[in-house]
């Protein structure tokens, strides 16, 4: 009896259901990738909500003025040229960083972030100067519209600067680890995304505000 029970034991654990539990994650930089990319999709119909209701608004003046009377095309050219060079060499780092080359990724990213605080800054500038001169948020619904689009993207530069410095800081620590190589992978698509947001702003506001 005790064969018999011993091989019908052998049996209902040979048909019991396994259970495997892996050590690490299978694909984490792909699930962040993604992740990430989806995050990126959420914030693009962000900005077209903002986009939208400032097309709807551009023209509401309230008797006061307009973007012609309003907007320095050089100075916001200006700071088009920052951002659009921090884009460029935050490519550079990308490339410091495929080489293992970690001096010269922190470099390139310290430039980055340089050029990203003289954005920042010529953006602060400009909206003191339309303060200062009575074309707040308040004064109509095309100005509320226009601090609300630039101010959303001046936000995200922040937090992007924000982010940068933490990563620089990571990577002195830790070095060029997996973990580091992703999360610089994920800020390199929200820093060109910023750049693209930043275009379309340039052109619907600015250039056709002025035209």
């Known amino acids: ?40 999709m959420s914030d693009c119909l962000i900005f077209a909500a903002l986009f939208a209701t400032y097309g709807v608004l551009g023209r509401s003046y309230a008797a006061g003025p307009n ?3 309003l907007f320095d095309l050089t100075l916001v050219a200006i700071n088009t040229a920052f951002l659009l060079l921090s884009s460029i060499t935050f490519g550079f780092a990308m490339l ?21 605080l003289c954005f920042l800054g010529l953006e602060l ?7 200062q001169e009575g074309a707040g948020p308040q004064r109509s619904a095309f100005l509320s519209a226009f601090f609300t689009l630039v101010g959303t993207h001046g936000l995200h530069v922040t937090f992007g600067l924000i982010w940068l410095v933490v990563l620089m800081l990571q990577i002195k620590q830790h070095g060029l680890t997996p973990a580091n ?31």
């Open 1 to 40: 009896m005790s064969d018999i029970r011993t091989s019908h034991g052998a049996a209902a654990g040979a048909l019991a259901p396994r259970e495997y539990h892996l050590a690490h994650e299978p694909h984490p930089e792909n699930g962040t990738l993604l992740g990430f990319w989806l995050y990126l």
């Open 67 to 69: 973007g012609a009377e």
């Open 96 to 116: 410091r960083k495929q080489m293992g080359d970690v001096k010269g990724t922190l470099i390139w990213l310290a430039v980055t972030g340089f050029f990203g």
């Open 125 to 131: 500038y400009e909206f003191h100067h339309l303060i």
């Open 181 to 211: 190589n992703r999360r610089l992978m994920c800020l390199s698509m929200f820093w060109h995304f910023l750049d693209v947001i930043w275009i379309g702003v340039f052109t619907f506001v600015y250039l056709m505000g002025v035209l």
